[in-house]
């Protein structure tokens, strides 16, 4: 049986392993408290559009206005947001622990914003203020996490009060019509006037083959003592693939989540239901 919400047992395994090294894999969940909508959960959905199926370039192919309303929306909601505290308490592990590295699959720029040490965080699935050029002959790559809305055309996405609060925002209801935006009045390329689009890694791209190589050589590096799979389902890979690759090497499994697969730890595996940004500060205090 794993050990579950068992906050001293944790604690007394690490300080039996200070100097040992520690990943951590987040998701959603992560800042899920910040009020940004998981993708199991509320954010599942857009407009009944699947968001995993908005988040290809077929989707972006066919309809650029409406993926990038989706975009600008989450955008809008990013930055609206804070980061909470388990984004704050990765962040001090990370300025504690410099053998500490956190992968986290979320595109919110919230662990960013809580002062996570760049060199000890990777954006495995890339972020949402990052702008790219959708003509792949060219390079052009910007960051831009103030303007908002990023156009004119995208506005609607950046209105977080509804008219009538009896009705959800009109860009999330599937019952009000979208605007259709022509692909002249979306964000375009200042290089070469192609569409530019969110920097995101859409599903059946390729991650960062540069980032993968660098995860590849810390994992290498030697024994790791525990991985955190902090409000993650674990089911999109490659990133679900780093729990196995550091169990592999050693490390005990500490799952932090508002739902515990206890048949899916092992005996030395540690589990703990709740809210990240409750336990987390917790378990790292
Ligand atoms: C759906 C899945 C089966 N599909 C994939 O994995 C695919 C295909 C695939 C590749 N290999 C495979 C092997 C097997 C099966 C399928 C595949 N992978 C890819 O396409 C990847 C690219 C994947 C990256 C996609 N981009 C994202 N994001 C950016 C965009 C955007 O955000 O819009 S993925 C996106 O969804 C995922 C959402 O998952 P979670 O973060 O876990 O969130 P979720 O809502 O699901 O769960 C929330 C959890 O939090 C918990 N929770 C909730 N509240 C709290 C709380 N308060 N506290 C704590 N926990 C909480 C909940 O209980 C829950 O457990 C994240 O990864 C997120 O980044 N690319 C690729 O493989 O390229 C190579 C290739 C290329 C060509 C051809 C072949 C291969
Ligand atoms: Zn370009």
Same mark, same amino acid.
């Given at each position: 049986?794993?050990?579950?919400?068992?906050?001293?047992?944790?604690h007394?395994?690490?300080?039996?392993?200070p100097?040992?090294?520690?990943l951590?894999?987040?998701?959603?969940?992560?800042?899920?408290a910040s009020?940004?909508?998981?993708?199991r959960?509320?954010?599942?959905?857009?407009?009944?559009h699947?968001?995993?199926?908005?988040?290809?370039?077929?989707a972006?192919?066919?309809?650029?206005?409406?993926?990038?309303l989706?975009?600008?929306y989450?955008?809008?909601?990013?930055?609206?947001?804070?980061?909470?505290?388990?984004?704050?308490?990765?962040?001090?592990?990370?300025?504690q622990?410099?053998?500490?590295?956190?992968l986290?699959?979320?595109?919110?720029?919230l662990?960013q914003?809580?002062?996570?040490?760049?060199?000890?965080?990777?954006?495995?699935?890339?972020n949402?203020?990052?702008?790219?050029?959708?003509?792949?002959?060219?390079?052009?790559?910007?960051?831009n996490?103030?303007?908002? %809305? !990023?156009?004119?055309?995208? #506005?609607?996405?950046?209105?977080?009060? *509804?008219?009538?609060a009896?009705?959800?925002? @009109?860009? =999330?209801?599937a019952?009000? %019509? !979208?605007v259709?935006i022509? #692909?002249?009045?979306?964000?375009?390329? *200042?290089q070469?006037?192609s569409?530019?689009? @969110?920097g =995101?890694?859409w599903?059946?791209?390729?991650l960062?083959?540069?980032?993968?190589g660098?995860?590849?050589e810390?994992?290498?590096?030697?024994?790791?003592?525990?991985?955190f799979v902090?409000?993650?389902?674990?089911q999109?890979?490659?990133?679900?693939?780093y729990v196995?690759?550091?169990?592999?090497?050693g490390?005990?499994?500490?799952?932090?989540?508002?739902?515990?697969?206890?048949?899916?730890?092992?005996?030395?595996d540690f589990?703990?239901?709740g809210?990240?940004?409750v336990?987390?500060?917790?378990l790292?205090?």
């Amino acid at each position: 049986m794993p050990i579950i919400n068992d906050i001293p047992a944790f604690h007394a395994f690490l300080t039996t392993n200070p100097n040992s090294r520690i990943l951590a894999l987040c998701g959603a969940g992560l800042s899920a408290a910040s009020g940004l909508p998981t993708f199991r959960g509320a954010g599942g959905l857009w407009r009944n559009h699947d968001a995993t199926r908005l988040a290809t370039p077929e989707a972006f192919r066919a309809d650029p206005g409406l993926v990038w309303l989706f975009y600008a929306y989450r955008r809008h909601m990013a930055l609206e947001a804070k980061p909470n505290p388990a984004h704050h308490a990765l962040a001090a592990l990370a300025r504690q622990r410099r053998k500490f590295l956190c992968l986290t699959q979320n595109v919110d720029n919230l662990s960013q914003r809580a002062g996570h040490p760049p060199s000890q965080l990777r954006t495995l699935h890339g972020n949402l203020f990052t702008l790219k050029c959708f003509n792949r002959r060219c390079s052009h790559v910007e960051h831009n996490n103030t303007a908002d %809305p !990023l156009v004119p055309s995208l #506005a609607p996405a950046s209105v977080t009060t *509804p008219a009538d609060a009896t009705r959800p925002l @009109p860009l =999330v209801d599937a019952d009000v %019509p !979208l605007v259709h935006i022509p #692909a002249s009045e979306l964000p375009r390329c *200042p290089q070469c006037a192609s569409l530019l689009r @969110p920097g =995101v890694v859409w599903f059946g791209e390729q991650l960062d083959g540069a980032l993968l190589g660098e995860i590849y050589e810390w994992l290498d590096e030697g024994p790791i003592s525990v991985i955190f799979v902090v409000g993650t389902g674990a089911q999109v890979w490659p990133a679900a693939g780093y729990v196995q690759e550091a169990a592999a090497r050693g490390a005990r499994v500490c799952v932090v989540n508002t739902e515990v697969a206890e048949e899916t730890l092992g005996p030395e595996d540690f589990g703990f239901v709740g809210d990240a940004a409750v336990l987390l500060p917790r378990l790292l205090e």
